[in-house]
């Protein structure tokens, strides 16, 4: 299977990347980054794609030994997620995943997480993992129910799951990397066609959503599908405030219809 795993880099001190991306047809390629949170108990925020796996796991272990991983922050049950979840778990003895009971239950269409490996959190909790201490918000774009996000308060991180993500033309490790034009317009169509639900968003409960963010101040957002954005959250903030009117986005279609028809016409139905 071919990876489309990088390097990993370090996105700020002890936070290391795992970065990865899914081709996303016109709309351009979609980072997909796991993070690892060293402390005096490791967490892994985010497990990767299924297409990355060996290679996930390779570069994980290099920067903490499977014994030495505490958590695991599953932010959602999406695949893109959870594709190497079980492959951590069973590797990583001491590891406990932290979700939302609701991913816990959706996992379950392919596979049990043992009961004793788990921990449900819903929003408004925080969590004090050693010496890390963590907030979980519901982030203000998400396509699961079950998504959480976790803010991190000793860097002033929020790890912001399908929120602030963006598609981009080439991989870059940090949003300085690439045009801030290109970077905020990419923000705005993939949350759109990530959350097409925004669409009917009402703007004062979304800017409530919004100023829950900017409540908590986070110096850098850690996206799941973004390069590390630090001293951009207002930026950020401005860019998806206008995503509720923005004009939907759907993915282009690919049946020809005309071609169909033809056919139908030209072939009739056998007796
Ligand atoms: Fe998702
Ligand atoms: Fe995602």
């Given at each position: 299977m071919l990876s489309n795993l990088r390097s990993p880099y370090l996105a700020l001190p002890g936070v290391h990347a795992l970065p990865s991306h899914l081709p996303l047809g016109e709309l351009g390629l979609l980072p997909v980054n796991a993070y690892l949170v060293q402390g005096s108990e490791p967490v892994l925020v985010d497990t990767g794609m299924a297409i990355d796996r060996g290679a996930f796991e390779e570069a994980l272990w290099s920067l903490v030994d499977p014994r030495d991983l505490r958590w695991i922050v599953l932010t959602h049950d999406d695949r893109d997620h959870a594709g190497n979840l079980k492959e951590v778990l069973m590797a990583a003895p001491n590891a406990t995943v932290i979700a939302n009971g609701l991913a816990v239950s959706r996992l379950g269409e392919e596979?049990?997480?043992?009961?004793?490996?788990v921990r449900t959190v819903n929003p408004g909790r925080t969590l004090h993992l050693g010496d890390r201490s963590f907030t979980v918000i519901r982030p203000p774009s998400y396509d699961s129910p079950s998504t959480i996000a976790v803010y991190e308060h000793g860097n002033r991180a929020l790890f912001s799951a399908d929120s602030f993500g963006t598609v981009l033309e080439d991989m870059a490790d940090n949003a300085n990397e690439v045009n801030e034009q290109d970077y905020l317009t990419g923000m705005s169509l993939f949350t759109r066609a990530n959350a097409p639900w925004t669409a009917l968003a009402d703007q004062s409960k979304w800017d409530s959503a919004l100023a829950e963010v900017r409540g908590l101040g986070p110096s850098t957002v850690l996206s799941s599908h973004g390069p590390t954005a630090t001293g951009r959250t207002q930026h950020l903030l401005e860019t998806v405030r206008g995503v509720p009117s923005a004009d939907p986005w759907l993915p282009e279609e690919d049946i020809e219809v005309e071609a169909v028809l033809d056919r139908y016409e030209t072939q009739p139905l056998p007796d």
């Open positions: 596979w049990d997480v043992p009961a004793h490996r």
